[in-house]
């Protein structure tokens, strides 16, 4: 297993609408395991392949506190939501900022599991809210597309501001 580098906002790449998984395999497995080592690691509870500069659309959950309910969700369609909540979210590519997101409270949701069998379920509260989290990653959309646009622009200087002293700082 491999800790994959997590892209982070405003890079273009996390933009880009992610490609259905056409063969689930070993190759797929493998990239699977360094996903949740990198969102465990993290740590975070949700990682999109898109965050890891793979376009495929293929995403990891994990909400409990000991890291025993790990999923894997490889083509995911919601089929069903209904009910709202607002939470607070914040993402592993936009560190250290956290806002009020509206999304549907439950959902029901069809992929296919880690080894390639189509499956449904049903999800509610903070594991439907991070599962349409990282749909929304899959689709090119990040969690600040919600925010208002003077808010995304704060955050966008911020984290370039932040990457140039830790560039500097480097040297």
């Known amino acids: 297993m491999a800790k994959l580098k997590i892209l982070e906002f405003p890079d273009p790449r996390l933009r880009k609408k992610a490609i259905p998984v056409e063969t ?4 797929l497995r493998a990239l699977i395991a360094d996903m949740f080592e990198t969102m465990y690691d993290a740590p975070g509870i949700g990682l999109a392949a898109t965050q890891v500069d793979v376009h495929l659309r293929l995403l990891v959950t994990d909400v409990s506190s000991d890291k025993s309910e790990p999923y894997v969700l490889i083509n995911p369609e919601i089929v069903e939501m209904d009910g709202v909540t607002v939470t607070e979210e914040g993402c592993l590519s936009v560190p250290g900022y956290y806002d009020s997101v509206e999304r549907a409270d439950h959902i029901r949701v069809r992929f296919l599991d880690r080894d390639g069998k189509e499956t449904e379920m049903e999800a509610e509260g903070l594991l439907a809210v991070c599962i ?32 140039r002293h830790a560039a500097a700082s480097a040297m």
């Open 24 to 27: 689930v395999d070993d190759d």
């Open 132 to 163: 349409q989290h990282e749909i929304d990653h899959l689709d090119g959309k990040l969690f600040v597309d919600y925010l208002s646009e003077a808010k995304r622009q704060r955050v966008r200087k911020k984290l370039e501001k932040e990457r």
